[in-house]
């Protein structure tokens, strides 16, 4: 079982930039696909970019394409997420998860098995 730690978040300011990491340790992190979801207050936990084992395809939701980079490390057995040109609408907790090998929607939430425990991020317009 794959253990998760989420770090980086932060306050900033609409325009600026964060970057969150997401280290893994108890498994074979270069092994699995890996994604970033995001849950504003009231609001579902939703996807938000993924990448492939080898870092060789990425995805992303409509609303980050352009403004956020997801990548990994698979030496360091970390993930990152650069989020620029940050808006107040970005505003959540930010969750790293690693996708289960069956089969199944790299965007959906139920194909993912194993979660950190999140990380805040606050942008300020």
């Known amino acids: 079982q794959v253990q998760l730690v989420e770090s980086g978040g932060g306050w900033v300011q609409a325009g600026g930039s964060l970057r969150v990491s997401c280290a893994a340790s108890?498994?074979?992190?270069?092994?699995?696909?890996m994604g970033w979801f995001r849950q504003a207050p009231g609001k579902e936990r939703v996807f938000v970019a993924a990448i492939t084992a080898s870092g060789g395809l990425l995805y992303y939701t409509d609303g980050v394409k352009g403004r956020f980079t997801i990548s990994r490390d698979n030496a360091k057995a970390t993930m990152y997420l650069q989020m620029n040109s940050l808006k107040p609408e970005d505003t959540a907790v930010y969750y790293c998860a690693v996708k289960g090998r069956k089969a199944g929607s790299i965007y959906s939430l139920s194909n993912y098995n194993a979660w950190g425990q999140g990380t805040q991020v606050t942008v300020s317009s």
């Open positions: 108890g498994s074979t992190f270069s092994s699995y696909t």
